[in-house]
């Protein structure tokens, strides 16, 4: 399946599980792929991996809370790539704290990253996405539909990336962009991976975050992904899809 042929698709933390995941899709569908990543060597990585297979990528360092470094790299994507059809924003950090003893730090980092780099990079893609019709892709989950316990700064970042998927979907429909969310759920990646949880932690309380089916791998969610910045999402704006195997249903 070709549906990407000539398109030219940013993808923000590609250096493993859903990002990388995304790009390697959009490049097996024909895109050219920007692969940003905090680790710049995981993001080169994945761009070669993806040029060992055929298909076209370059890579980038990016501390997406870092208005400068966002802006940056947006502009290299589209002088070193022509043009940007897509953004698909996967970076993003997940910790858990019990809420009494959570610190302003831990929660400012976890917006900085999730919330307001996901906002930079809207703002800066956007210009281009307009002129080329193009789309956005933004990582919510089902912490921003539901309950997390002793997710409360993750929860609340995703659910403004919602919020604010939702804003830019409307504030953009008559000029052709369209804006997504994906909000998945017991997927394996190497975010999940090693995870500290506070001493106070219920895990009884975790069941209700477990799909029907148990835990996927993170392509699965990237092929909702390709289809959503394919023509086949065309008429699909201002939504959160979940990829959860049933967990909130």
Request: charged letters at 20%; glycine letters at 12%; aromatic letters at 2%.
């Amino acid at each position: 399946m070709q549906r990407l042929t000539g398109k030219v698709v940013l993808v923000t933390g590609a250096g493993s599980g859903i990002g990388r995941a995304s790009a390697q899709r959009a490049a097996a569908e024909g895109a050219a792929v920007c692969c940003l990543d905090i680790d710049g060597t995981a993001a080169e990585n994945a761009a070669q991996a993806i040029n060992r297979s055929g298909g076209q990528a370059i890579s980038g360092a990016c501390d997406v809370g870092d208005e400068a470094a966002v802006q940056t790299c947006v502009a290299d994507c589209v002088a070193q790539l022509g043009h940007l059809d897509a953004l698909v924003n996967m970076a993003g950090v997940l910790r858990f704290d019990d809420t009494e003893q959570l610190s302003r730090d831990s929660w400012q980092r976890v917006i900085d990253v999730n919330l307001t780099g996901t906002m930079l990079l809207n703002r800066e893609v956007l210009p281009h996405l307009v002129k080329s019709g193009g789309s956005i892709v933004n990582a919510a989950s089902t912490a921003s539909l539901a309950g997390l316990p002793c997710g409360v700064a993750y929860s609340a970042s995703k659910g403004g990336v919602l919020a604010m998927t939702r804003s830019i979907a409307v504030e953009y429909a008559k000029r052709g962009v369209r804006a997504n969310c994906v909000c998945p759920g017991d997927i394996k990646t190497d975010m999940t991976k090693g995870i500290e949880f506070p001493d106070s932690m219920d895990f009884t309380l975790m069941s209700r975050i477990s799909s029907l089916s148990g835990p996927k791998d993170a392509e699965v969610v990237a092929g909702v992904i390709a289809m959503l910045i394919s023509a086949d999402g065309a008429h699909i704006t201002g939504e959160d899809i979940r990829v959860d195997g049933g967990t909130l249903s």
